[in-house]
């Protein structure tokens, strides 16, 4: 079965290795370099099992990507991957949309083991 994850980052090289390592384990990878990109695939009908997400984007910044993901039909999960790091947004990213947090750039390699966590968590 195909799974299909989104990863939205406008940083090309994170963005790039994320993809290359979550389709090492098999799944399929649409990337968006924008906020509004991720909007456009998801606005297209893209519906990703997981979305992985930068928060500080120039255009449309990851908080209105997940605003934008918690109106869809079928919510998927979200890691956001990011070098943010105040308590105050972890914790109400946590607890207002139930994503993972992630630290940006220093635990990259464990977006792999999460995606896999988030996948097989029932909803």
């Known amino acids: ?5 989104l990863v939205v980052d406008d940083n090309s090289r994170v963005r790039e ?7 090492m384990e098999g799944h399929t990878v649409f990337q968006a370099d924008t ?3 991720a909007l456009q695939l998801l606005q297209g009908g893209l519906q990703p099992k997981l979305i992985v997400c930068d928060l500080m984007m120039p255009d449309v ?3 209105q990507v997940l605003e934008a993901v918690e109106q869809l039909d ?11 790091g105040d308590l105050h947004s972890i914790t109400r990213l946590t607890e207002r ?3 993972t947090v992630m630290k ?3 635990q990259l390699r464990d977006v792999v083991g999460a995606a896999r966590e ?6």
């Open 1 to 5: 079965m195909e799974t299909r994850i």
């Open 17 to 23: 290795m994320l993809a290359d390592l979550l389709e």
């Open 35 to 37: 906020g509004a990109g």
């Open 61 to 63: 910044d990851g908080w």
């Open 74 to 84: 079928e919510r998927p999960p979200v890691i956001v991957f990011t070098s943010l």
């Open 97 to 99: 949309y139930g994503c």
């Open 104 to 106: 940006k750039p220093e």
């Open 118 to 123: 988030r996948l097989h968590r029932p909803m």
